[in-house]
């Protein structure tokens, strides 16, 4: 079992930065992709961005190419999103999750590919 904690989240200006952290535990924190997603009210969960074990791989979101950055660190165990020139419909309850079934090279943009979750943090844009 997996244990996986956001952070970071908060109200922000447009054009303003964030960075949002995931911590895990429980499990060996070992060949697992991971990854973030978003979710608006009212809209279907939406991908932004994972990344494989290593690192190595990495997918984006098109709304969001350029613009933030995933990144990880396995001796913390944690995942970061950074991200810069905010919208306002950047604003969503932001999701980490994570996967041991993809493959250390696989960095899935599939929400159905990943098997535990975090609760949520809330990021809000104001224009």
């Known amino acids: 079992q997996v244990q996986l904690v956001e952070s970071g989240g908060g109200l922000v200006q447009a054009g303003g930065s964030l960075r949002l952290s995931c911590a895990a535990s429980?499990?060996?924190?070992?060949?697992?992709?991971m990854g973030w997603f978003r979710q608006a009210p009212g809209k279907e969960r939406e991908f932004v961005t994972a990344?494989?074990?290593?690192?190595?791989?990495?997918n984006y979101g098109d709304s969001v190419k350029g613009r933030f950055t995933i990144s990880r660190d396995n001796a913390k165990k944690t995942l970061y999103l950074q991200m810069n020139s905010l919208k306002p419909e950047d604003t969503a309850v932001y999701y980490c999750?994570?996967?041991?079934?993809?493959?250390?090279?696989?960095?899935?943009?599939?929400?159905?590919?990943?098997?535990?979750w975090g609760q949520g943090t809330q990021v809000t844009v104001s224009s």
């Open positions: 999750a994570t996967t041991y079934s993809s493959g250390i090279y696989s960095a899935p943009v599939r929400s159905d590919a990943y098997d535990y």
């Open positions: 429980g499990r060996t924190f070992s060949g697992n992709a």
């Open positions: 990344i494989s074990w290593s690192g190595g791989v990495t």
